[in-house]
C-alpha cells in the first residue's frame, strides 16, 4: 500500500478551490502551466495503472484494500471533472484545444476505473451489505458534490453546455450554476472548503495511492501558478501552508518534464498527445 502522502480527501478541498477561484482563474491572461499539465496527466495515469493492479488482485486481498481503493477512485473523481471543467473552459475562453484533451482523457480513465470498481465491489462485496451500502455512500457523495463544483465552474462561463457536458448529472449541475453563490472571497472559499471537509471526515481507509495524489495535488495547484491563489484574498492557514509544500515538492519533477533531454518528457509528449489525447 503506496500510503505516503495525501489522503484523497484533500483532493477534494483542491477541487473546492479551483472551482470557487474559477471566474479569477480562467479570466487570468497568463497561460496554463504546460508542464503541470503534463504532469497531471502522467501522475492520473500512474495512479490508474495502480488501480487496475489493485482491482485485479482483490480477490488475493482482504477486502479493506478493495474498500481503499474504491474510496479513493470516488473520491479523487471530484477533482477529476473539475479540472475537466476548468480545462475546457480555458480552452473555450482561449480558441484553443490545448487543456481540454488532457482534462477530458483523464476522466475517460477515471470513469473506466470506477466502472471496473463497481464490478469488482459487487464480485467481492456481494454478501456484505454494509461494506457494499459503505463504499455506494462515498460514490453517490462524490458525484454530488462533483456536479455542485462543475456547476460553480459553468456559473463562471455563464452556463456554457460543454463545462456542464463533464458532470456526472449535466441537468443537476446545471441548476447548481444557477444558484451559484459569489464565492470568490476569503469568506465564501473558507466556507466551501469547510464544508467539503465536513462531508468527507471521518476516512473510511487510509491512502490508497498517497504518493501520487501528492503529485496530482502539486500539478492541479500549479496549472495557473502558485502566486494566482494570492488572488482571493485566502488567509494563510496550515492547509494551504502544507499545499504550498506540496508545490514545492513538485518544482523538481516540473522542471525535469521540461528538460528536453528527459526521455520520458518526450515519451509522454510523442505518446500520450498522439494517441491517448487524440483516442478520446
Not at 40 to 66: F, K, M, V
Not at 138 to 143: D, E, L, T, Y
Not at 192 to 197: G, P
Not at 213 to 224: Q, T
Request: charged share 25%; with cysteine; net charge negative.
Amino acid at each position: 500500500m503506496h500510503n505516503r502522502g495525501l489522503h484523497a480527501q484533500e483532493l477534494v478541498e483542491i477541487a473546492a478551490l479551483l472551482a470557487s477561484g474559477s471566474g479569477s482563474l480562467l479570466s487570468r491572461t497568463t497561460p496554463l502551466c504546460e508542464a503541470s499539465l503534463t504532469e497531471y496527466w502522467a501522475a492520473s495515469r500512474c495512479r490508474l495503472d495502480r488501480w487496475d493492479a489493485g482491482l485485479r488482485s482483490a480477490g488475493d486481498r482482504p477486502l479493506r484494500r478493495l474498500g481503499a481503493i474504491a474510496e479513493e477512485i470516488a473520491l479523487s473523481g471530484v477533482l477529476a471533472r473539475t479540472i475537466a471543467a476548468i480545462a475546457t473552459g480555458y480552452d473555450i475562453r482561449r480558441g484553443v484545444g490545448e487543456a481540454d484533451p488532457i482534462g477530458r482523457n483523464v476522466l475517460a480513465g477515471h470513469l473506466d476505473a470506477a466502472s471496473r470498481c463497481a464490478a469488482a465491489v459487487f464480485q467481492w462485496c456481494g454478501d456484505d451489505r454494509e461494506q457494499s451500502e459503505a463504499i455506494g455512500g462515498v460514490f453517490i457523495k462524490s458525484a454530488r458534490w462533483s456536479d455542485m463544483l462543475v456547476g460553480y465552474v459553468a456559473a463562471a462561463m455563464h452556463g456554457e453546455a460543454r463545462v456542464l457536458a463533464v458532470a456526472h448529472h449535466p441537468d443537476r449541475a446545471r441548476d447548481f450554476a444557477e444558484d451559484a453563490p459569489q464565492l470568490e472571497c476569503a469568506e465564501g472559499v473558507r466556507l466551501l472548503t469547510a464544508s467539503v471537509r465536513m462531508a468527507f471526515l471521518p476516512a473510511l481507509h487510509p491512502a490508497e495511492s498517497g504518493d501520487l495524489n501528492h503529485r496530482i495535488a502539486g500539478s492541479a495547484l500549479g496549472l495557473f501558478g502558485a502566486e494566482a491563489f494570492d488572488d482571493f484574498g485566502l488567509l494563510r492557514s496550515t492547509w494551504l501552508e502544507r499545499m504550498d509544500g506540496v508545490v514545492d515538492d513538485a518544482q523538481m519533477q516540473l522542471e525535469k518534464l521540461t528538460d528536453e533531454d528527459n526521455p520520458r518528457f518526450n515519451r509522454d509528449r510523442r505518446e500520450g498527445r498522439s494517441r491517448d489525447f487524440r483516442a478520446q
